[in-house]
């Protein structure tokens, strides 16, 4: 993903002109907007990935899968995202009335991209980490096997946990689930890689 910025706005007034856009979205920190421009094919096929092995673990439990059009607000940071995908644990708290903006997430993922790699991995994080419901956010990167897993700690720390092997399985404990990093990167093939290597 790319962004680029727009001049800013109050939160309603950038919410409600969002609600209304057809075919872009923007995220929104602090009165600046910024336009989320489309990712890589390696991008979505494993937020798709990812997405496909929770709902399935998830299936008939009280934690739900969103896509990526779901809103997340975070209203300590003055900031809304979109997040690659998200889950909840429990009963959703919205923003207000429209049901179309979260702010009680369990999880958020992100797949990184050259562009927002450095983003994504501070002043973002910073700002869900102000999440109060947040118990684990994931870094997917695209160009190589490698996932680090941020969990909150009881006491409020965040623990990282790095994999860099296919064979290795992520536990998610806030939700019960445990992931293959092998599911992960299905179908994904790298620059480096040979086609009858692929994962």
Same mark, same amino acid.
């Given at each position: 993903?790319?962004?680029?910025? +727009? ?169 019960? +689930?445990?992931?293959? +990093? ?18």
């Amino acid at each position: 993903m790319q962004t680029q910025t +727009v001049p800013g706005y109050r939160f309603e007034d950038y919410l409600a002109i969002e609600r209304e856009a057809i075919d872009a979205k923007h995220e929104y920190v602090a009165g600046e907007v910024f336009a989320m421009t489309g990712g890589s094919y390696e991008h979505s096929l494993i937020a798709a990935n990812i997405t496909g092995e929770l709902r399935q673990q998830l299936k008939g439990g009280t934690c739900s899968v969103l896509t990526s059009d779901m809103r997340i607000r975070i209203e300590a940071a003055d900031v809304c995202a979109y997040p690659d995908l998200s889950v909840l644990c429990g009963e959703p708290v919205f923003h207000d009335a429209r049901r179309d903006v979260l702010t009680n997430p369990t999880l958020i993922a992100e797949v990184l991209s050259p562009s927002t790699e450095a983003y994504d991995r501070g002043g973002k994080f910073a700002h869900y980490r102000r999440l109060p419901s947040l118990r684990h956010y994931l870094l997917i990167a695209q160009d190589q096997v490698s996932v680090d897993v941020f969990t909150r700690l009881p006491d409020g720390r965040w623990m990282l946990d790095a994999y860099d092997d296919l064979d290795a399985e992520i536990p998610l404990d806030a939700l019960g +689930v445990q992931l293959s +990093v092998r599911d992960f990167y299905d179908r994904v093939l790298f620059e480096s890689d040979d086609p009858a290597d692929q994962p």
